[in-house]
């Protein structure tokens, strides 16, 4: 894909909308920092251009997305914030926009205002499983059980391969004592027959029910300290940007 856009780079009428592209590859890439160098030289090459009025290249939608997504990983949260808000304005029937705005709100610790991006993204969605989810995240980081349980409750019911629904509602029922129910939810997690990212952790909650250790679980979740834990994975997996705004 990069090397056809770059073919067709030689013509001006489409070198501006070209290298808008090519930044959404990169940032599907995670080159964040390619990402933006590509965004900037399109956005200028737009204003020069001749073909649109002046409104309308300052509010290019490709070019906010772009922006929400790549300064957030880079770790300029107030402008991932600012691009954000203004994609999720342009393209407001899309979900995968207010989806990211949610994404960039919940590292600078906004989570009511992701909460509500995210309820937007799940009503404008065919499939808005993983959108309940992070609802669902969201209300337990706010320590509300029920209402975190109503909605990974919604997004496993959407889709019964969402097994991080399924983890974070065993764990919503043990933090609960409702052993029964917990087990219910880790069984599809450790039958199935591709690996899974939660598997490690459903065989060690499954042996803290079944050695009566419930007591190891944590029942509440402290903000900064729930930051910091985010904070160090997204360092270790060279994540950066994200390692800085959490």
């Known amino acids: 894909a990069l090397e056809l856009l770059d073919s067709v780079t030689t013509n001006p009428k489409f070198q501006g909308p070209a290298l808008i592209i090519k930044g959404l590859i990169y940032n599907e890439r995670g080159e ?9 030289k399109g956005q200028k ?4 251009s001749q073909e649109t009025t002046k409104k309308r290249r300052a509010s290019h939608p490709a070019l906010s997305y772009g922006f929400c997504v790549a300064y957030r990983n880079v770790g300029n949260g107030n402008l991932s ?24 709100l919940m590292a600078l610790g906004k989570m009511t205002e992701a909460r509500r991006e995210l309820i937007l993204a799940a009503e404008k969605s065919e499939a808005p499983s993983k959108f309940f989810y992070e609802i669902g995240l969201i209300r ?13 409750k919604k997004s496993f019911d959407l889709d019964s391969t969402n097994f991080d629904s399924a983890y974070q509602l065993a764990y919503t029922y043990a ?22 990212p939660k598997m490690g952790s459903a065989r060690v909650l499954k042996d803290y029910i079944n050695k009566n250790a419930l007591d ?11 930051h910091l834990s985010r904070s160090k994975a997204f360092y270790k ?10």
């Open 45 to 48: 090459l737009l204003v020069t």
């Open 140 to 152: 337990a980081y706010e320590n509300d059980n029920q209402k975190a349980e109503e909605a990974f």
């Open 216 to 226: 190891r679980l944590p029942k509440k979740i402290e903000p900064a300290q729930y």
């Open 175 to 196: 933090i609960q004592n409702k052993l029964d129910l917990a087990k219910k939810f880790l069984e599809p997690i450790l039958s199935a027959k591709d690996p899974h």
């Open 237 to 246: 997996s060279k994540k950066f940007g994200m390692s800085l705004l959490e």
């Open 32 to 40: 964040y920092v390619n990402a933006l160098n590509s965004f900037i």
């Open 81 to 104: 914030e600012r691009a954000c808000h203004m994609s999720a304005q342009q393209s407001y029937e899309a979900p995968e926009s207010h989806y990211e705005t949610a994404q960039t």
